[in-house]
């Protein structure tokens, strides 16, 4: 998304499953690349990934402008 991703609004590289699918290819946006799993971003493994998609819908929503 070369004017970047607006909060809110899916990745248009995103598949219907939710998976990158630009993963590992040098047109993935470095934001996306630098960004680094943590125990405080991904929580419990057992959990799905729940709070991971919690986590980052928390940012998204942090960080929409106005």
């Known amino acids: 998304m070369p004017q ?3 909060a809110g609004v ?4 995103l598949d219907a499953h939710g998976r990158c ?3 590992g290819q040098p047109t993935r946006p470095a934001v996306c690349s630098q ?6 971003m991904c929580g419990p493994h057992e959990d799905g990934g729940h709070f991971a998609l ?3 819908n928390r940012l998204e929503s942090l960080t929409r402008p106005g």
């Open 21 to 23: 699918q630009i993963f």
């Open 10 to 13: 899916p990745c248009v590289q």
């Open 4 to 6: 970047g991703k607006p």
């Open 54 to 56: 919690a986590y980052l």
């Open 35 to 40: 960004l680094q799993a943590s125990v405080e």
